[in-house]
């Protein structure tokens, strides 16, 4: 099993995902009374098998957990929430915008997964690719529901014997949250700042059109905390907290370069063929490669480096600066 104790305060547990990075990784932090958790992983059942054995191995009952708290509304995060919630009888907060979308895209009418589609089509996305994207999209509700009873959490939050502040990052989601204990100078970062890898920063439906200009102003907010160690949701804690914030912004600049460059009479999806083209991408990765190249565009057009016309498709190319 994949647990960790983190300084005197509890457990950083790996709950398996099927993607790429292997694992989510889970705070059981001690209350007076019991347990917090932190994040909850994806609802299927290699994962809910992790947890029944967690729960064996530490001799907890899960009825001791009497809180949880999602950094943000995303599956792999959220997934398991309606379950556990289900299986502790504890109550489950988050942030209010990041509620609102679980609701919107996971909840009962969603048209979330129809949305997309008509997103990703409008951004040059073959119809095939695009049909195979929304039924992706509607088979992953398997892996959210049954959806918790979300109530929405306040600035400071009390486990381990502390006080920690509820830091709100817009970027990686909308209604993304970290916690701040600063006496002890410890933040659960969630996806906000990761080691080895950049959070995937993306435009959807219904969500804000300007990610990347919030995602930038949340880690420059966070770069001014007293962070002795980051604890984030994928890889290794993080203790060169400041350095690992400078080099996400670096390589979002670097970024943005090479899609300004790329932008010459251009659709999203064709700057994202380049882009990515040394992977070979399944319907899921497509989703999430297309609407962070999107992301990328709007930051570009927003800064008025770059311009779009038409509307199927959309067609970006540089900005002619008139003199």
């Known amino acids: 099993m994949n647990i960790a104790q983190i300084e005197d305060i509890g457990y950083r547990i790996g709950i398996p995902v099927p993607f790429p990075m292997k694992y989510v990784y889970c705070y059981l932090l001690k209350q007076d009374d019991g347990y917090v958790l932190i994040d909850v992983g994806l609802n299927y059942s290699k994962a809910r098998e992790t947890w029944e054995q967690v729960f064996e191995y530490l001799a907890i009952n899960p009825k001791e957990i009497r809180t949880i708290y999602l950094t943000h509304f995303h599956p792999d995060h959220s997934g398991l929430a309606g379950w556990m919630q289900g299986l502790t009888g504890a109550k489950v907060y988050m942030h209010e915008i990041d509620a609102k979308m679980l609701e919107r895209v996971w909840g009962k009418d969603s048209m979330q997964s129809i949305r997309m589609k008509e997103m990703v089509l409008n951004h040059?996305?073959?119809?095939?690719?695009?049909?195979?994207i929304m039924i992706h999209m509607d088979k992953l509700n398997n892996s959210v529901l049954p959806l918790p009873i979300v109530e929405i959490i306040g600035d400071k939050v009390e486990f381990s014997g502390l006080v920690w502040q509820v830091i709100h990052t817009p970027g990686?989601?909308?209604?993304?949250?970290?916690?701040?204990?600063?006496?002890?100078?410890?933040?659960i970062a969630g996806d906000t700042v990761l080691e080895k890898i950049t959070p995937n920063i993306s435009v959807w439906p219904g969500s804000s059109q300007k990610p990347l200009h919030e995602y930038i102003e949340s880690l420059r907010m966070l770069k001014e905390l007293p962070v002795k160690v980051a604890y984030s949701a994928h890889h290794t804690p993080i203790t060169q907290f400041k350095q690992r914030i400078d080099e996400i912004i670096l390589h979002h600049d670097?970024?943005?370069d090479k899609i300004e460059k790329l932008a010459e009479n251009k659709t999203a999806f064709e700057i994202a063929e380049v882009l990515f083209a040394h992977k070979s991408l399944n319907p899921h990765q497509w989703r999430f490669a297309i609407a962070e190249t999107i992301a990328h565009l709007n930051y570009l057009e927003q800064e008025m480096r770059i311009e779009h016309e038409g509307t199927r498709p959309i067609i970006y190319k540089r900005k002619v600066n008139v003199q």
Not at 124 to 132: A, C, F, I, N, R
Not at 172 to 187: P, T, W
């Open 172 to 187: 990686h989601s909308e209604g993304h949250i970290c916690f701040l204990q600063k006496e002890e100078q410890i933040l």
């Open 124 to 132: 040059g996305v073959p119809e095939k690719l695009s049909e195979e």
């Open 254 to 256: 670097e970024r943005l």
